[in-house]
């Protein structure tokens, strides 16, 4: 015990060090803009006098930054020092905020001018410096709470040509140490899980009760955490606002060479599905009390495996940088697929071989997408300053004009090719008709905890990509294949609803009901709407939470005695009927039935695409319709009491009232997607600035439109 005291000690000893020697991590960044796309280009500079300069940018104490702006009288406020480290005499002709009216960067009311009065432009001798001051006065409620941006200046040391400087606004108050690294904490708490595990693995030191128990810590604490993000989260921010629309961002360089940063943040397109891998995770870790060691698998390995693979969904849906995004995908698939190799079970193995191929292929799709990507990005800034070539960072890829470079690749449009391999990549994850065999595989195979993760939260991360990188950084592309992505959504609808009613076992029939309506965030994303979009999104959450229920409640199912088929369900409902209905409950609200939560989702991703796809949509929808009903009638087959009492065993009531740890691990799901039925407006309002931002991305606003809307909010040039 004392060896695992002292491992704890240190592992947290060490991350508090790491957070604290590393102010990047509290002094959040603005994603880097590419020179060119600043206002008011300047003249020529004026020549050098009196022998070469040279300009350099650091932060009050001669750091390389980037700036953190301290509050004071109201406002913030911060200063970089402008150093000419040449004999000759430098003009600086321009001190500029990075943005415009057209594309706001900031909030409002940043100024950024020289301390002794020069405005925006000055002169400075040789070996000598002088000093720039950065204000920030914010609205007296302002939407956000922290700031992120650049200063960019100009000046007569053509060889230098235009330097930045990052500053940051962190946040401030009682929580704002927590609330500046509350997704660093996310990632870290189910890291720090997989780290223990594998370390008592290597030691053989004998201690899974409390690594259980660390366990359900470490998922508990994610929870809390999320709660913190939800309260602090405002749903109404949009791109307009600034700091890309993006909340609780993190941001400090990794490998500046490359042009690899850590860079994490949330917005409406992504906070709910960190809430999700928060809940699904604590209820995974409850259930998990199921899972035991046998001749193959060993509960070190297990759980070292589960914090791996809650890091690495986490990590997906948070990441603002490529690498990180790209790396954190292949942690998650490798986890899982490690997870079936961990079984004993030949048929585990079978199902490890095809997720491996699976989740590498998706991988090296995905891979080499990101490397097209970044290969032809423009010129940019990281978020301390340093100017690199290429940028991996999503928000400035976001403004890159693909088509106006006239690429090509595989002798077809670069913009149709790298979406098609992007497309390939979400959709072996999703996944979608005919690729749900390896998925069902592994879920039903792996330990129930595993599967209800993978069935709630893993499915949801291509859909996301398609989202975040798809929709985000090839808007044309998306629009060129909107119809495919609605006839797809059709056909996983209409496959995974069939598979579901021919299955013998219980777990595969749930598996199968669950994928086949992922067809349905297809559908609304291919509506290109903000109805669909919206629906969409609240699709994903709500399906995410009752799969979860219902999956969870199969591991209880699993442990009794029986093969798991149709008659085991029944005999199961004799012994806790409540279980049970609760089971049936949620495998129907998947399929979004009426007065269900999964119905607010359904309901608004079909009227969002119906306009554009009227065809394609109604084949939805009847295709829904006639697989919920044939769900139903299999339900009510398994659930329908043919026994007399007299012929019920000892065993068919034995333990009814017993109240499950799987119970008690779905009932804040159960509560949730409850609220979710009766009062859904409270979700669509957490999404609906990020639903604004990729609606005005894949659907952009006419000339009418352009001309009636308001003044953008965000910052001015200096």
């Not at 015990?1 to 947290?12: D, H, N, Q, W």
């Not at 914010?138 to 053509?158: C, F």
């Not at 209905?581 to 939560?597: D, M, N, R």
Request: with cysteine; proline share 6%; aromatic share 8%.
């Amino acid at each position: 015990m004392s060896r695992v005291v002292r491992l704890l000690a240190l592992l947290l000893a060490c991350a508090a060090l790491v957070l604290a020697a590393r102010p990047s991590l509290a002094q959040l960044g603005s994603t880097p803009p590419g020179p060119r796309r600043f206002p008011h280009t300047p003249s020529t500079p004026p020549p050098a006098s009196g022998g070469p300069v040279h300009i350099r940018v650091t932060d009050a104490d001669g750091q390389r930054g980037p700036v953190t702006l301290v509050p004071r009288s109201g406002g913030y406020i911060g200063e970089l020092v402008v150093w000419n480290d040449g004999p000759g005499l430098m003009t600086v002709s321009r001190v500029a905020l990075r943005g415009d009216d057209d594309d706001p960067r900031l909030p409002s009311h940043f100024t950024a001018r020289f301390s002794d009065g020069g405005g925006g432009s000055g002169v400075i001798p040789g070996r000598s410096s002088k000093r720039i001051t950065i204000t920030w006065i914010p609205d007296r409620e302002p939407k956000l709470h922290q700031a992120l941006g650049h200063v960019v200046l100009t000046s007569n040391d053509e060889a230098s040509g235009e330097v930045a400087m990052g500053f940051v606004v962190p946040q401030t108050g009682a929580m704002g140490f927590l609330t500046s690294h509350l997704l660093t904490l996310l990632l870290l708490l189910p890291f720090l899980v997989a780290v223990v595990a594998f370390a008592m693995r290597v030691t053989d030191y004998a201690g899974e009760e409390k690594l259980r128990g660390l366990t359900l810590l470490s998922t508990g604490g994610m929870c809390l955490l999320a709660i913190v993000l939800y309260q602090g989260f405002d749903g109404s921010v949009t791109r307009g606002d600034g700091n890309e629309g993006f909340q609780f961002v993190e941001r400090s360089v990794l490998a500046s060479s490359v042009g690899v940063e850590y860079y994490v943040g949330v917005d409406g397109a992504n906070v709910a599905f960190v809430l999700l891998t928060a809940l699904v995770g604590f209820a995974g870790a409850i259930a998990a009390h199921r899972v035991t060691a046998d001749a193959g698998r060993r509960l070190t390995t297990f759980y070292g495996l589960y914090g791996l693979l809650l890091t690495g969904t986490m990590g997906v849906f948070v990441s603002l940088d490529l690498v990180l995004f790209t790396g954190s995908w292949a942690v998650m698939l490798g986890a899982l697929t490690l997870l079936l190799f961990a079984g004993a079970a030949v048929t585990s193995r079978s199902a490890a071989r095809k997720a491996a191929l699976a989740s590498a292929l998706s991988t090296a799709l995905l891979a080499f997408a990101v490397g097209a990507l970044y290969l032809h990005s423009d010129p940019n800034y990281l978020g301390d300053g340093t100017r690199v070539a290429h940028t991996f960072a999503l928000p400035e890829l976001m403004r890159v004009a693909w088509n106006a470079k006239h690429l090509t690749l595989f002798g077809v449009s670069w913009v149709k090719a790298v979406w098609t391999l992007l497309f390939l990549a979400f959709a072996i994850a999703i996944p979608l008709a005919p690729l749900q065999r390896w998925f069902v595989d592994a879920v039903v195979l792996a330990p129930s905890p595993v599967g209800a993760v993978a069935l709630a939260v893993v499915s949801k991360v291509g859909v996301y990509g398609l989202l975040r990188v798809s929709f985000g950084l090839l808007p044309d592309g998306s629009r060129w294949a909107a119809t495919t992505l609605v006839a797809a959504g059709v056909l996983t609808i209409v496959v995974g609803g069939l598979l579901a009613v021919l299955q013998a076992d219980v777990a595969r029939m749930v598996a199968y009901a669950a994928v086949g309506q992922m067809g349905v965030c297809l559908v609304g994303l291919g509506g290109m709407t903000r109805e669909g979009i919206a629906g969409c999104l609240v699709q994903a959450f709500s399906h995410g939470v009752v799969v979860a229920i219902a999956f969870v409640l199969v591991g209880a199912l699993r442990s009794e005695p029986g093969t798991g088929d149709h008659a085991s369900l029944r005999r199961f409902f004799r012994k806790r009927p409540f279980h049970a209905t609760v089971l049936g409950v949620a495998l129907l609200a998947s399929t979004g039935l009426p007065g269900l939560p999964g119905f607010w989702g359904v309901a608004a991703a079909l009227v969002g695409a119906f306009p554009v796809q009227r065809a394609l949509v109604t084949t939805a929808a009847l295709a829904g319709a006639v697989s919920a009903a044939m769900l139903f009638r299999t339900l009510h087959g398994a659930f329908r009491d043919d026994a007399s009492p007299g012929e019920r065993t000892e065993d068919d009531t034995a333990g009814e009232p017993r109240v499950s740890r799987e119970l008690v691990a779905v009932l804040p799901l159960l509560a949730l997607s409850v609220a979710l039925g009766c009062f859904p407006a409270p979700l669509f309002t957490l999404l609906q600035g990020g639903v604004s931002d990729l609606n005005q991305l894949v659907n952009p606003p006419g000339p009418d439109e352009i001309a009636r809307a308001p003044a953008p909010s965000g910052a001015h040039p200096g």
